[in-house]
């Protein structure tokens, strides 16, 4: 274990950012519990207690208190006896008067039960099994045409060794890749810890983080960035970062810090604006509150990402956002490509990225009208599919890429482009090669 996950394990326990959309379990709950005026009573004094002792903005958390007080002493709660229904009517009627997205009320048995466990070996080693299911959050590592590295992050995990080793592999695969782009458009809540571990490969220096402020606590705790030379493979690696709408919390702080530092350039669309932590308590009995009472800070911008959110430096639809980026980046390397031979890649590689995005749909009687010799090369049409075939070779399917260019399923090393005369006609095949060669195959009669 690093000296770094050591010392923010220590943190763990009491600063954690959760994801406010938990998958309603209320199908499953037992909601055999009755509401009556005493429950209700006890329910709201808990409340309005929390909301102005806790909340991590106390004039906020009293605005609160005073508003839930008022309803109830209003009686607009005494019809309410199914607890999910109150506890749904709670959270909006908080939300009214601050909008804070990491605040829910929600009554759960099954949730109350598991924070009931002890934070013992037997718990975490629980954990463990819930983040190696979703591989730490890992979702998906590849390389993109062009040698750029994909990373898409959708959770956030607890740090340990394990999640550790996970975060370093993924990284260092893509580490001879020209750049790298970290996919958060559905990244939401999980551990400052492992941002700490993934803004590592991307940081030369030690770097400040966050400041993260609890209130009823007199000391901050100080998230660091501790770079490891060991992957200094992409210190000068282009970064870029997908955002969306639902680009949340942990996911939010991991973007808010490259952004800040001028190492990552952000596509997509303005973040949701959670900076805030709120593990998850119990309120009463059954009914679990996740109660923000702390919140991150930056040295560098004097403030954070709540309510507001981070704007992207490139903005784009989350649907266009990947292609956009990919698009930029085979831009800047055009514009520093050193010799013809290298251009032309970057050209080979950026039409075949256009064509992938945006693939034109071409129908059968269109297709069949393709079927031929040309020369050496024999094209077929097999359930709904134009087939390639060399003299002798293996044959492969056809991918459109515009009207009249195809691409081999599975080879990208060439393109054949279907020529026709006047009359729609097919009459040769020219085949274009990735290191500039052209072949020119007439169609047999």
């Known amino acids: 274990m690093t000296s770094m996950t050591l010392q923010l394990k220590t943190f763990r326990l009491f600063f954690v950012f959760q994801i406010i959309f938990v998958l309603s379990l209320s199908a499953q709950t037992n909601t055999s519990l009755i509401l009556n005026q005493k429950i209700l009573k006890e329910i709201i004094d808990t409340l309005t207690y929390k909301l102005e002792q806790n909340y991590v903005l106390p004039d906020k958390g009293k605005e609160m208190s005073t508003f839930i007080n008022k309803k109830y002493k209003d009686g607009l709660y005494n019809k309410v006896t199914n607890p999910s229904t109150l506890a749904d009517i709670l959270t909006k009627d908080v939300l009214s008067v601050h909008n804070d997205e990491h605040f829910f009320i929600e009554y759960n048995p099954k949730l109350a039960e598991q924070l009931a466990l002890p934070r013992d070996s037997v718990y975490w080693a629980e954990q463990?099994?819930?983040?190696?299911?979703?591989?730490?959050?890992?979702?998906?590592?590849?390389?993109?045409?062009?040698?750029?590295?994909?990373?898409?992050?959708?959770?956030?995990?607890?740090?340990?060794?394990?999640?550790?080793?996970?975060?370093?592999?993924?990284?260092?695969?893509?580490?001879?890749?020209?750049?790298?782009?970290?996919?958060?458009?559905?990244?939401?809540g999980g551990q400052p810890e492992i941002v700490a571990c993934i803004a590592k490969h991307f940081i030369k220096e030690r770097k400040h983080m966050f400041e993260l402020t609890l209130r009823n606590r007199e000391n901050n705790y100080n998230l660091y960035c501790e770079p490891d030379s060991e992957y200094a493979g992409l210190y000068e690696t282009p970064l870029y970062i997908l955002t969306s709408y639902k680009t949340f919390s942990a996911a939010e702080m991991l973007t808010y810090f490259l952004k800040t530092e001028h190492r990552a350039v952000i596509v997509g669309e303005q973040t949701r604006g959670g900076a805030h932590n709120a593990p998850k308590s119990f309120l009463y009995k059954d009914f679990i509150i996740a109660l923000p009472h702390g919140k991150a800070y930056s040295r560098t911008t004097k403030t954070n990402w709540e309510s507001v959110g981070i704007s992207p430096d490139i903005k784009a639809t989350a649907d266009n956002a990947l292609e956009v980026a990919e698009i930029k980046i085979f831009e800047n390397y055009f514009e520093v490509a050193k010799d013809s031979i290298e251009k032309n890649n970057l050209k080979w590689q950026l039409e075949l990225l256009k064509a992938k995005n945006n693939r034109p749909q071409i129908d059968s009687i269109k297709l069949k009208k393709r079927i031929g010799t040309y020369s050496y090369i024999d094209i077929s049409f097999s359930g709904n599919n134009l087939y390639y075939e060399r003299v002798g070779r293996t044959k492969f399917p056809l991918v459109s890429m515009t009207e009249n260019k195809m691409r081999l399923l599975g080879n990208d090393s060439f393109i054949v482009e279907f020529i026709s005369n006047s009359k729609g006609d097919i009459k040769e095949i020219i085949t274009y090669y990735e290191d500039g060669r052209k072949e020119h195959s007439s169609r047999d009669e």
């Open 128 to 188: 463990l099994k819930t983040d190696r299911a979703k591989n730490h959050g890992f979702k998906n590592i590849e390389v993109l045409n062009g040698n750029i590295g994909y990373v898409d992050l959708s959770y956030f995990a607890y740090l340990n060794p394990e999640s550790e080793k996970v975060a370093n592999a993924s990284f260092q695969v893509l580490s001879n890749c020209k750049a790298i782009i970290i996919d958060l458009r559905y990244g939401m």
